[in-house]
């Protein structure tokens, strides 16, 4: 089993900046690709940003340019992180901390965001 904890979230104004992380713990030897996912209200959860054991990355096409996401494998923890520059007001949501093994998929409990125009 893995877990995943989640912070950084917060209110902050168009334009601004914010700091996603994530820390996993728990088996995480058996953790492949790892991601952030959001979800606004009323809305389906799609995925923000993805990032692999070998680093490879990809984003949604809205924050291309603009997030950028780093993992750090640490001795008996995973951190992943989800830099976000450049903030719009549809960036507002539950975003979520998502890591697949073997065994099924893991999500963190949700941190809100929320960017006031």
């Known amino acids: 089993q893995v877990q995943l904890v989640e912070s950084g979230g917060g209110l902050v104004e168009a334009g601004g900046s914010l700091r996603l992380s994530c820390a996993a713990s728990?088996?995480?030897?058996?953790?492949?690709?790892m991601g952030w996912y959001r979800q606004a209200p009323g809305k389906q959860r799609d995925l923000v940003a993805g990032?692999?054991?070998?680093?490879?990355?990809?984003?949604a096409d809205s924050v291309k340019g603009r997030f950028t996401i780093s993992r750090d494998n640490a001795k008996n923890t995973v951190y992943l992180q989800l830099q976000m520059n450049s903030l719009k007001p549809e960036d507002t949501a539950v975003y979520y901390c998502?890591?697949?093994?073997?065994?099924?998929?893991?999500w963190g409990q949700g941190t809100q965001v929320t960017v006031s125009s």
């Open positions: 998502n890591a697949d093994t073997p065994y099924g998929t893991s």
């Open positions: 728990g088996s995480i030897f058996s953790i492949s690709t």
């Open positions: 990032i692999s054991t070998l680093g490879r990355t990809n984003y």
